[in-house]
């Protein structure tokens, strides 16, 4: 049995994986200092979405039960959930396995997942748009369109980065570079899921209680 | 210093976060969709439920816990909780606060 030692936080490559795994604890620690800069922002785009909320925030225009679709919601929590769970299949092969192309395939389905959930989302987005519910329509919609898009274009950024990295996996193959950065895409995308639990709880949810 | 998991333990602790996180997520979505609870008791439910999947993401996903931590690391993300918890909870306070009296 070899012995393990953590570096840092979160899924560590392990010592086989030789310099890369040194060189994780400093990279790693950097990203998390920016992901939890990235949840102040989010945090407090919630706060200012809990505060919006009421007849008084509302203008007389369209309200959470006008507005949402439970179903779509929770399509999005599913394919943003399975991609979570894709995505750890990805970080479990590039750790464990030999070759790329237990790698690639996860990846490549974390991709697809997060281009279909944009879809929807999308798609929400233009149904209240049609209706007149745009961000200049109320102190309630500004906040939902302050809030939920930022973790959309979150997830836009997502997928970008992961084209890019499945490019240089074509192009490097798995270097140590790649494995560095792919590391850190998986913290993003887990770290996009779990703020999507609070927009799940917090706007859709809580929105149609009642 | 611990032995290395090996791939079949970690797979499994993927697979039992990606089922718990289903069902913390099913369950407060059917009260919503049902509407089989009151309004004030199903907001309970989604406001616990939302709270324990966090911790099963952080667990499970982001393989975060409160043992065997480099300990700065742990400092960031617990002071990151203490300063939005200061800065929501006053802001969401003051804000209601002020709607109270403005009626």
């Known amino acids: 049995m070899t012995q393990f030692e953590r570096k840092h936080p979160g899924l560590n490559l392990g010592s086989h994986h030789g310099a890369a795994h040194d060189q994780a604890e400093a990279l790693v620690f950097g990203f998390w200092v920016f992901l939890m800069s990235d949840l102040i922002i989010f945090g407090l785009m919630f706060a200012t979405y809990i505060t919006m909320q009421g007849p008084m925030a509302e203008a007389g225009g369209p309200g959470p039960a006008q507005l949402y679709d439970l179903r779509s919601a929770w399509i999005q929590t599913l394919l943003l959930l399975t991609s979570s769970l894709t995505f750890g299949l990805a970080s479990l092969a590039m750790r464990h396995k030999h070759g790329v192309a237990p790698v690639v395939v996860p990846l490549v389905v974390t991709l697809g997942l997060g281009l279909t959930f944009l879809g929807f989302e999308l798609h929400d987005f233009q149904g209240m748009l049609a209706q007149g519910a745009g961000p200049g329509r109320s102190g309630f919609l500004s906040a939902f369109f302050g809030l939920v898009p930022l973790h959309g274009l979150h997830v836009t950024a997502g997928c970008i980065w992961l084209m890019v990295m499945l490019a240089q996996i074509a192009v490097f193959g798995l270097s140590d570079m790649v494995k560095l950065r792919l590391l850190r895409l998986g913290l993003f995308w887990h770290f996009l899921d779990i703020i999507w639990i609070g927009i799940f709880s917090i706007v859709y949810l809580a929105g149609l209680t009642g | 210093m611990k032995d290395e998991p090996n791939y079949r333990q970690e797979l499994r602790s993927y697979l039992i976060g990606f089922v718990l996180a289903l ?11 049902t509407g089989a609870l009151a309004p004030l008791q199903t907001l309970g439910v989604i406001t616990v439920f939302a709270l324990i999947q966090v911790v099963v993401h952080f667990r499970f996903f ?42």
């Open chain 2, 62 to 103: 982001l393989h975060i816990d409160l043992s065997q931590q480099k300990r700065e690391d742990l400092h960031l993300i617990l002071f990151t909780v203490l300063l939005l918890l200061i800065m929501c909870t006053g802001m969401i306070w003051i804000m209601a606060s002020l709607s109270e009296r403005m009626h």
């Open chain 2, 23 to 33: 069902v913390l997520t099913a369950v407060p979505f059917g009260l919503v969709a």
